[in-house]
């Protein structure tokens, strides 16, 4: 996912109780959603939907209750109202009750139990699912679920650890094109002017990427990859038809990169979500005016790598949320870096590396961040951008070799799965053959950057240049610090651990300037004395 700049965002004691004790996430541990199949009736002249919802639930632990995340209809009329709730078990109405955000339905159930639970309820959405009306004065449904607002529109586990598979049956006027995860199994007349269209998702995914849109789509099929179709949803009005045209060549060079594809088909498709772009699986939706936007080709890079990393290898929860879009940021670097060669890649992390120092003077936190639970503020430089250097020098840490081939395995072993950043470390230390337990440390879980100012002199007597680099941040970091010397050939580098290091290298004659990281190679705000 891609931030939008332009876009701002901003009853008894029962009740609670357990809106706390659930909120800790408790509750995503005693069962296991292993499919969802979702009836959605979507409608223009209100902006209600009707929704029946089958989920396989198996439980993981013996209970009297499950619990469900699900918005409840407030004082304004927004929220979703549940008037049933069934078994596959017994066809006998459940007791249920609604919290502000829970559904509880009251049902005992052993451990290693398979329970369907069929939910019908019926609101307004108050976020998750956006009613709106897009640049062309057409009306448009888009889901947007990130981080966790899924269960603003239908009943589910809305936390990252818990993928399942999904099915998404709509029913709406004919007029508007439906696009969702998976594969589209049917689309048929359904009497009123309406249509049924039904797709199917047999690879698991987190809520987060579970969607459905709904508008006049003009779809463009821009090609084939190893089998996989490849296609353009774009509003009808729009004249920058062409805009997600690099898809097809971006997905071949990251299934070369990385590994297979999970997923049946990758539709790409303009829509009204709130951010740059949101990395929907199999079905990702980019911000309304982004066929116009000149970073396009960037963006859809961007996005297509978080198909690998977030989608198909999920974060085990929010606080290692890098682990997407870190390397989402750094695989679209790369992309560029192999098309337009490796002075593509040192602008662009000089930006970004900019960006995380300008940041830290405002927020000064760690890329882990244990301690925020408003989600929204960890889409940050931290988990984008200085989550892109962290992958970037452990790329220079290990060899181009030895990363891919780390980043590969880290792939195929959590290929539709959960990982966490100690997962990452396991199999990058045994594939490097080293520990890496102190890069990890001091780049992931400490907040702040590397510090240096540069100092050095030129002595005549031995024809010496003296270079002393200080690391000014309180907590010492340990790091290659390169340089380069003009009129003197290759670039050398030093390693930097204590509070000053100081170097003695031979030159030719007086040189004119000392050149730190001259490839860009290091995260750091590096400074010159002048007096030398």
């Not at 981080?147 to 809305?158: G, S």
């Not at 790369?334 to 593509?344: I, M, Q, R």
């Not at 290990?398 to 072993?413: L, P, V």
Request: with cysteine; net charge positive.
């Amino acid at each position: 996912m891609l931030m939008n700049s332009r876009i701002k965002l901003n009853r008894s004691v029962l009740s609670i109780l357990l809106v706390f004790i659930l909120g800790t996430g408790a509750a995503y541990s005693q069962v296991d959603v292993r499919h969802y199949r979702l009836n959605i009736f979507l409608s223009d002249t209100t902006d209600e939907i009707r929704g029946s919802a089958d989920i396989e639930v198996r439980h993981l632990q013996a209970s009297d209750s499950v619990v469900f995340d699900l918005t409840r209809r407030d004082h304004l009329g927004k929220g979703m109202f549940v008037s049933s709730v069934v078994t596959n078990k017994t066809k006998e109405p459940l007791r249920f009750s609604q919290t502000a955000d829970k559904l509880i339905v009251y049902s005992s159930s052993k451990r290693g139990t398979s329970v369907q639970y069929t939910i019908t309820y019926s609101g307004v959405p108050s976020d998750g699912l956006i009613i709106s009306v897009n640049q062309f004065g057409q009306r448009t449904i888009f889901a947007d679920n990130w981080p966790n607002r899924a269960h603003y529109w239908f009943p589910c586990i809305d936390h990252p650890s818990d993928k399942a598979t999904v099915d998404f049956i709509v029913r709406a006027p004919s007029h508007y094109r439906i696009i969702a995860n998976g594969i589209r199994k049917e689309e048929r007349a359904a009497g009123n002017n309406e249509t049924i269209t039904r797709y199917e998702e047999n690879t698991p995914i987190p809520t987060k990427v579970m969607v459905i849109g709904a508008a006049p789509f003009l779809v463009r099929n821009t090609g084939k990859v190893k089998g996989i179709p490849v296609s353009s949803w774009l509003f009808e009005g729009e004249k920058n038809v062409t805009a997600y045209d690099t898809a097809p060549f971006i997905l071949t060079f990251f299934i070369r990169k990385i590994g297979p594809f999970s997923y049946k088909k990758l539709a790409n498709v303009q829509s009204k979500t709130r951010f740059g772009g949101m990395e929907n699986a199999g079905a990702i939706f980019y911000f309304e005016e982004s066929p116009a936007y000149p970073g396009v080709e960037s963006l859809v890079a961007h996005e297509i790598a978080h198909q690998w990393f977030g989608d198909a290898a999920t974060e085990k929860d929010w606080s290692h949320v890098w682990l997407s879009e870190g390397f989402a940021t750094y695989l679209s670097n790369v992309y560029l870096e192999d098309k337009y060669g490796p002075d593509s890649l040192r602008r662009l992390m000089t930006q970004q590396r900019n960006k995380v120092l300008k940041f830290e003077k405002k927020r000064f936190t760690p890329i882990i961040d244990h301690v925020q639970s408003d989600y929204m503020q960890i889409l940050n430089a931290n988990s984008y951008e200085k989550a892109a250097w962290v992958l970037h020098m452990l790329r220079r840490e290990m060899g181009d070799a030895a990363f891919w081939k780390a980043t590969r395995k880290y792939y195929k072993k959590y290929r539709n799965k959960n990982a966490d950043t100690d997962d990452l470390l396991r199999i990058f230390e045994q594939v490097a053959g080293k520990d890496l337990d102190t890069f990890f440390n001091q780049w992931l879980y400490r907040a702040g950057n590397p510090k240096l100012t540069l100092n050095w002199r030129y002595r005549a007597d031995s024809k010496n240049l003296i270079l002393r680099v200080t690391q000014e941040q309180p907590e010492l970091y340990q790091l290659p610090f390169e340089f380069s010397i003009p009129g003197e050939p290759g670039l050398r580098s030093v390693l930097l651990k204590d509070r000053v290091t100081t170097v003695e290298v031979p030159v030719a004659s007086v040189p004119a300037s000392v050149i730190p990281d001259p490839n860009v190679n290091l995260m750091a705000e590096i400074k010159e004395d002048p007096q030398r």
